[in-house]
Nanobody, 122 residues
Framework: QVQLVESGGGSVQAGGSLRLSCAAS????????MGWFRQAPGKGREGVAH???????SYADSVKGRFTISRDNVKNTLYLQMHSLIPEDTAMYYC????????????????WGQGTQVTVSS
């Protein structure tokens, strides 16, 4: 059974940094595409960053140059390092897994975590 558990969210002032983590279990983590998504109040869910099993990455234009996705295939953990946070980054952030080695912004994902809240104040 696939389980994804996010952590690391919190409240930060604009310009600050946070690192999100996602602990994965119940499947062959290293073979799956992994991604971070977010959903702000009153808005739809959007893909933020994805990483394939080959460590190739893709990012939403809104976070390029500020966010970095990475994965540790020994610890079965996904990370999202966020710098230069702005109020528009405020959202619930979700970790997700896709039953494929490949991924891109817009790809469908199969499994989801419960989310971790990120709040950026101005």
């Amino acid at each position: 059974q696939v389980q994804l558990v996010e952590s690391g969210g919190g409240s930060v002032q604009a310009g600050g940094s946070l690192r999100l983590s996602c602990a994965a279990s119940g499947y062959t983590y290293r073979s799956y595409c992994m991604g971070w998504f977010r959903q702000a109040p009153g808005k739809g869910r959007e893909g933020v960053a994805h990483i394939g099993s080959d460590f190739s990455t893709s990012y939403a234009d809104s976070v390029k140059g500020r966010f970095t996705i990475s994965r540790d295939n020994v610890k079965n953990t996904l990370y999202l390092q966020m710098h230069s946070l702005i109020p528009e980054d405020t959202a619930m952030y979700y970790c997700a897994a896709r039953e494929s080695r490949y991924c891109w912004i817009g790809a469908p994902f199969d499994y989801w975590g419960q989310g971790t809240q990120v709040t950026v104040s101005s």
